[in-house]
DNA sequence: AGAGGTTCTCGGGCGC
DNA sequence: TGCGCCCGAGAACCTC
């Protein structure tokens, strides 16, 4: 579900519902999704009594300020935070519940169970795992051709594991990262350092442009992604590939074929995108 | 029934 | 041989 388009979508309608709000209590029903500290009471305890005042993003990380502390949270692959009247009833794979003085609480549903939260003092999440090795935002000025250039170069992976690399650059997942290298024309098993020059400004580009045009949309709901308002994402209507095996590419024609790449399901258009010249 | 949008860890293999 | 790095596979979990 989320790479940076969902989740900046997410950040943007979850903010608005929760900024403001004092925390009175939390529920930890699933504890392996606190990463730290330790001991989730720790986690429930130093929670208590804070206020949100905002919340950022990191690539694929949501980070909720509070007076205090920095709460970085990622959703993996079905994580869902909504905001909800406290006797609204809940299902099994609600794990984790903040409660508001208000009487309101933000709820975190995760069917699969991987998501991840952890727990700063303010100021110390960006020097620690997991937001410390992240490569450049994708939006910031650091993510130039010459920067991203220099890090395909140095590599003998192929390009689309190195593009789903967070510490190469942040919020690619594998749904954007098949669109960015179908409309840059490259072949996901090009081995990275065998770009050239002007296919890595394309591709910077492509990639810049995909994810923004993705945000714009408010994301992309494939199988079950909603926003925190419980909206859809119409960015899927915009998609050239993924998940369009056997049918026709919308450039060429030629249909869609579906491959395995660094593990992961990979859609291209054999055509537009070639392994050799 | 095997794949699924993610990322961390671990072990094998290669090069110095 | 030994060490370190890099890369790929597997694991974490549940649903359809």
Redesign the pocket.
């Known amino acids: 579900?989320?790479?940076l388009p969902?989740v900046e979508t997410v950040r943007r309608t979850l903010e608005s519902l929760v900024i403001g709000k004092e925390i009175k209590d939390v529920s930890i029903f699933?504890p392996?999704i606190i990463k730290s500290p330790a001991q989730p009471e720790q986690f429930r305890d130093a929670l208590i009594g804070q206020t949100i005042h905002g919340i950022g993003r990191r690539?694929?990380?949501l980070i909720f300020y509070l007076d205090d502390y920095a709460m970085v949270s990622?959703?993996?692959?079905?994580g869902k935070y909504a905001l909800q009247e406290k006797d609204t009833p809940y299902d099994?794979?609600t794990h984790v519940i903040f409660s508001f003085r208000d009487g309101t609480e933000l709820r975190y549903r995760d069917?699969?169970?991987?998501g991840?939260m952890h727990l700063f003092s303010k100021g110390e999440e960006e020097s620690q795992?997991?937001l410390m090795?992240?490569g450049p935002e994708p939006f910031s000025k650091e993510f130039t051709a010459e920067y991203l250039s220099s890090r395909l170069l140095?590599?003998?992976?192929?390009i689309k594991?190195?593009l789903?690399?967070?510490?190469v650059v942040?919020?690619?997942?594998?749904?954007?990262?098949?669109e960015a290298l179908f409309r840059a024309g490259i072949h996901p098993e090009r081995i990275?350092?065998s770009l050239n020059e002007a296919e890595i400004k394309v591709l910077r580009q492509e990639i810049v442009d995909t994810l923004s045009q993705a945000v714009e949309k408010g994301?992309?709901?494939?199988?079950?992604?909603l926003n925190s308002q419980g909206e859809m994402g119409m960015f899927q209507l915009e998609l050239y590939v993924?998940?369009k095996k056997g049918e026709a590419c919308k450039r060429c024609g030629t249909e869609v074929v579906?491959l395995?790449v660094?593990?992961?399901?990979?859609h291209i258009c054999p055509s537009c995108q070639k392994l050799h010249d």
């Open positions: 579900m989320p790479e969902e699933w392996n690539g694929k990380f990622h959703l993996r692959m079905e099994k794979h069917v699969r169970k991987f991840t795992q997991p090795h992240l140095k590599t003998s992976r192929k594991p190195v789903l690399d967070q510490s942040v919020g690619i997942g594998n749904i954007y990262v098949d990275a350092s994301g992309s709901t494939i199988r079950t992604y993924y998940g579906k395995t660094g593990g992961r399901g990979t």
